[in-house]
């Protein structure tokens, strides 16, 4: 792979502790949510960061499918839902929903930009194979 970029981010003390990119624009307190027995609170956690930045991702490779296609998108949405639970080996891990708006375009030729993004997406193609991902348009 030739890198176009890099981004670096250190965490200290884990699900109780904090995350910090080397350039300063992230800086967060991270606490284990209530529904996995943390205090929870207005603290983010390691799902919804890497929500936030699938769902981004997803809504750029879709856009970029799209060009490619010469087909003009208007308000496309991403919602990323990612879950953790345990796994049959006394692991964990991770699965993810998408929920994709794409708005005025016809459903045959939006659910063709929906698959095509599947592939095209950095996140869809680091988790393939590894977790369950689930493709919804809205």
Do not use: G, W
């Given at each position: 792979m030739k890198k176009l970029y890099t981004a670096n981010a250190t965490a200290t003390g884990g699900r109780e502790g904090r995350t910090k990119s080397d350039d300063g624009v992230l800086d967060f307190k991270i606490e284990i949510p209530k529904e996995m027995g943390g205090k929870g609170g207005a603290y983010t956690n390691p799902e919804q960061l890497f929500a936030a930045g699938y769902a981004a991702c997803f809504d750029s490779a879709l856009n970029l499918v799209a060009r490619n296609q010469k087909i003009k998108l208007k308000d496309t949405s991403v919602t990323a839902s990612v879950s953790i639970g345990q796994n049959s080996e006394g692991g964990?891990?991770?699965?993810?929903?998408?929920?994709?708006?794409?708005?005025?375009?016809?459903?045959?030729?939006?659910?063709?930009?929906?698959?095509?993004?599947?592939?095209?997406?950095?996140?869809?193609?680091?988790?393939?194979g590894n977790i369950e991902v689930n493709l919804n348009l809205l």
């Open positions: 964990f891990s991770l699965a993810v929903d998408l929920a994709v708006s794409i708005p005025e375009i016809e459903r045959e030729t939006a659910q063709k930009l929906l698959e095509t993004a599947h592939q095209v997406c950095p996140y869809s193609n680091a988790t393939r």
